[in-house]
Structure formats: structure tokens, C-alpha cells
């Protein structure tokens, strides 16, 4: 059993990431979300991971499955369920795929160039002057953490996607070393997408409703690939997104409201 999930749940919707010793959790009830500090024991010969947490008062418990799990609101199959059980007594169940990186192997022959000259008009001068992201610290479930790694398939699913501006609200990586996208533009509404880590597509695009657009993540950025703006408003706190050279990549955009 792996270390790192990524969870989440319907009715009520919640969203559980688990990264080792570390974990986060939102409700949108809660959109901000809380980092949480436990401990995780395996237990492979039952094909059993639980992770135990401090919650408020009491204790977050999960215990993940290597069962596979539908959900059935996007149509979507899992490779692993989850029961989590709250300090007030309730149980909640939902879905899990891992959140570990994609192989790089033969990134170097198939990586897009991230260095494509923007013309001076096509975004705000002003987005120059905002915060470099500092992708290492961000919390367990923001999956802008992995973003680099998941770059070439974010770019291939951001070109398949119809309609003007399209953004990535989010993206994972999945236990047969593919990564799956979900990209929202104005026009078309949401989709997801399956590559590798190369940036072939596996999957082509499907329309999704809109209520899955971001998992009910309340801690998930919008991303925003370089040539476009990023969401106009007050409610959003942006960041730039950069390599190792200081190269613009995008923007990250929180929805602080």
C-alpha cells in the first residue's frame, strides 16, 4: 500500500489528502481547509493503510482499501475506498487514487518547451510583479505541489481543451504512472483528460458536470498556462508559477472569498 492519497467524497462533499505523516482536509463548509499531523501504519497483509490524525477535540481516523471505488457523480473508477471516521462519530466514505509523481523516464525527449516567447500585450504588465510560488511549501492536497512533474500532461490536456482561455483546476497523478487533468474554459465548461508523464494523451477529453470541477477542494488553485491572463477579480490571490531559470510558466490563482 502506498503512503500519499488523495481522497474525496459526495454528499456531504469533503476532500482528504494523506502525505505520510501529513494531511489535509476541506469541506465547503471549511473551503480553506486544515493541515493535520498524525501517524500511518500498513497493513499490507490486509491490504489495509490507516492514518490517524489530530481533529479539534477528538481524532481524524482513515483507513484506505486496496478495494476499487466508483464515483459515480463523474463516472469515474478509483483504485482504492476509504472510510474516515470523525470526532463526532460520523463515518464518511469515499474514493482515493495516490498523489506520487509520474516516472520521468524519457521526459527529456518529449518535455514541451517552456520558454515560448509571449507577446508584450497578450497579459497585464502588472502579473510581472506578482509572488513566485514556492511550490515545495505548499499543504498536503494542493496538488499545485506536484506541478512541474505533471507539466507535460497539463499542456497537452490545456490544447485539447475547446473554447478561448482554458485553465487547469485540477491535476493528480495515478498509480499506473498517468496523470489525469480537469481544465474548465468560459465557453465550454469542464473536462477531464488522461496522459503520461510524457504528455501523451491516454484518454481524450470528457465533459464533466460542473459541480466536479474541483473536487470541492476548497484548498486547489486554478492554473493558468503562460499567453493567457489569469481569472480577473478581487477574490483572487495570485502567484507566479517559474522554473529552475525564473522562466514563467503560469499563474496560480486562489479563490480567497
Not at 53 to 82: K, N
Not at 197 to 222: E, F, K, M, Y
Request: hydrophobic letters at 35%; charged letters at 25%; proline letters at 7%.
Amino acid at each position: 500500500m502506498p503512503s500519499e492519497y488523495k481522497c474525496n467524497g459526495n454528499e456531504p462533499f469533503w476532500g482528504l489528502a494523506i502525505e505520510n505523516e501529513h494531511a489535509g482536509w476541506a469541506t465547503p463548509g471549511e473551503p480553506e481547509g486544515r493541515t493535520l499531523e498524525g501517524a500511518f501504519r500498513h497493513l499490507d497483509y490486509a491490504g489495509v493503510f490507516a492514518w490517524r490524525g489530530e481533529f479539534g477535540e477528538g481524532d481524524l481516523v482513515a483507513f484506505v482499501t486496496d478495494q476499487p471505488c466508483s464515483d459515480t457523480m463523474v463516472d469515474r473508477e478509483y483504485p482504492y475506498s476509504i472510510k474516515v471516521s470523525l470526532p463526532d462519530g460520523s463515518v464518511l466514505l469515499g474514493c482515493c487514487d495516490t498523489i506520487s509523481e509520474p516516472s520521468a523516464e524519457g521526459w527529456s525527449e518529449s518535455k514541451p518547451d517552456l520558454h515560448t516567447e509571449v507577446e508584450a500585450d497578450e497579459v497585464d504588465e502588472s502579473l510581472s510583479d506578482l509572488p513566485v510560488a514556492i511550490l515545495d511549501d505548499k499543504p498536503p492536497g494542493d496538488w499545485s505541489r506536484h506541478l512541474l512533474a505533471l507539466l507535460p500532461a497539463i499542456e497537452s490536456c490545456l490544447a485539447e481543451t475547446p473554447g478561448t482561455s482554458p485553465r487547469v483546476v485540477k491535476a493528480w497523478a495515478t498509480s499506473h504512472e498517468q496523470v489525469g487533468v480537469r481544465t474548465w474554459s468560459a465557453e465550454t465548461a469542464a473536462w477531464e483528460c488522461v496522459a503520461n508523464g510524457q504528455g501523451s494523451l491516454v484518454r481524450p477529453l470528457t465533459a464533466l458536470n460542473s459541480d466536479a470541477i474541483g473536487l470541492h477542494d476548497g484548498w486547489s488553485p486554478i492554473f493558468t498556462l503562460r499567453g493567457q491572463s489569469p481569472p480577473a477579480g478581487e477574490c483572487y490571490h495570485h502567484e507566479r508559477v517559474v522554473d529552475a531559470r525564473g522562466e514563467l510558466i503560469g499563474w496560480l490563482s486562489y479563490d480567497t472569498c
